[in-house]
DNA sequence: TCAAAACATCGATAATCGTCGATGTCTATT
DNA sequence: AATAGACATCGACGATTATCGATGTTTTGA
């Protein structure tokens, strides 16, 4: 199982077998789909500058809370664009939204960010 | 600079100054748009399920370097698509490429993961 | 010199995403 | 009850993205 022909779908990669190419890796530490999905759905709510800033002026805040009406302005985003991007955010669990009043105040879930940072660390 | 009127843009959000919104965060800490661009462009090249398990095969080989014809079997996916992500992950800094005759070789940039999980810390 | 194989690049297509105006929902105030 | 404001949701539009067939480039082996 470490030999060559890797895919034979195309019927390309067949390795002349001297050299050494397509050895297929140890096989099972593999990240499967499932896994790979949820963590891509993860770092898809970081991929976006406006969501970086929106996290970045959120976990500045004093009050470790930010309502949306605090967002818009420094952002230059309308507030429907601003709601969107909060869901994507909350959706993703990393932050927390409670609403209180007329206001929703938004926080960073604690540890969320650490979590997922610790899964690019070198070996688990 | 303490007091209401967030987003004058709309017209909306004029707080009531009674009650304790819109207090537009410290000011200066926030991440400025440049910054957080060259950010969201790291993350994206992570927010790609399929990338995510590239990376895995890669940094898990036992001999911590892959050619693209391991990766095009277990992901299931065609030979440009492979080409295509890998463009991506060196693009962001994450891969590193090396054409050694026909084949080109491809390993984990030594902390690149973990200078951009460093970056979800909570405080620098 | 020629053929074959690995990989990159191009062009096209379907799907997803960011943005915003319009509208709906809920709450507090009058 | 009615109004006003904060926020969520909807629908639309332009831009980006993932995928793949076709093709180009480069290197090895005959």
Same mark, same amino acid.
């Given at each position: 199982m470490s030999t060559a022909t890797a895919n034979p779908a195309d019927g390309t *990669?067949? &390795? @002349? &077998? &001297?050299?050494? *190419? *397509?050895? @297929?890796? @140890?096989?099972?530490a593999i990240l499967n789909a499932e896994e790979a999905e949820l963590l891509a759905l993860r770092f898809k709510a970081l991929s976006d500058p406006n969501r970086l800033r929106i996290l970045s002026i959120v976990s500045s805040s004093e009050s470790a809370e930010t309502c949306v009406c605090d967002l818009s302005e420094p952002l230059g985003l309308k507030q429907p664009t601003v709601s969107h991007h909060l869901k994507i955010l909350v959706d993703a669990g990393i932050l927390h939204r409670e609403k209180r009043g007329v206001w929703a105040y938004f926080s960073v879930v604690p540890g969320a960010l650490e979590s997922l940072g610790a899964s690019l660390a070198p070996k688990p």
């Open positions: *990669c067949t &390795a @002349p &077998a &001297a050299d050494t *190419c *397509c050895v @297929p890796s @140890p096989g099972e």
